[in-house]
């Protein structure tokens, strides 16, 4: 996950949702993407234990720790998009790897990442089906990375449209072994 998040933020087309606006706070506060994504899964963390702890697993807070840490480590590969071609092979790795990473992070069982667990919490709060709750989510968190200076293009809508479909393959491939 940590891979395809640092080569989305490296392919300069834009990112996921989450990736936006987590790239978005590290612009504004002058701080790493990894410790952005970390105080970020933190807040939610909190949130989440508020509203409905029974969504928090141990692979909760690995998530949330380790994706940080991991991110800062992919940033300081020396991959540089220095041509169109460049920046669509990193953003098509990207989807593959950060939708296959959240596939097999699923298919633990050992809880689901704050925001996932927020989105659910929205789906039963607000008495909306999951899809209008991701729709919701992904639709803010997209807004308020722009708000703090993400970057948004072309990768921000693909991440959007592949991540559901390439999860579902790898969950599905799992399953079978």
Known sequence: ?????????????????????????SLTVNISVGTASQLI???LLIVVFALDKSRIGIGTVINGVCVGIFIDMFMKLPLEATHWSIQWILLIIACVLFSMGLGLYVSS???????DAFMIIIKNKCHVPIKIARIILDMILVGLGFLLGSN???GTIIGMVT???IMNQTMKYIKKK
């Open 152 to 154: 948004i293009g072309i």
């Open 41 to 43: 899964m933190l807040s």
């Open 109 to 115: 069982n050992l809880g689901e990442g704050t925001v």
């Open 1 to 25: 996950m940590s891979l395809g998040i640092a080569l989305f933020l490296k392919s300069g087309l834009g990112a996921n949702p989450l990736t936006t606006f987590t790239n978005g706070v």
């Open 163 to 165: 991540t559901g479909p």
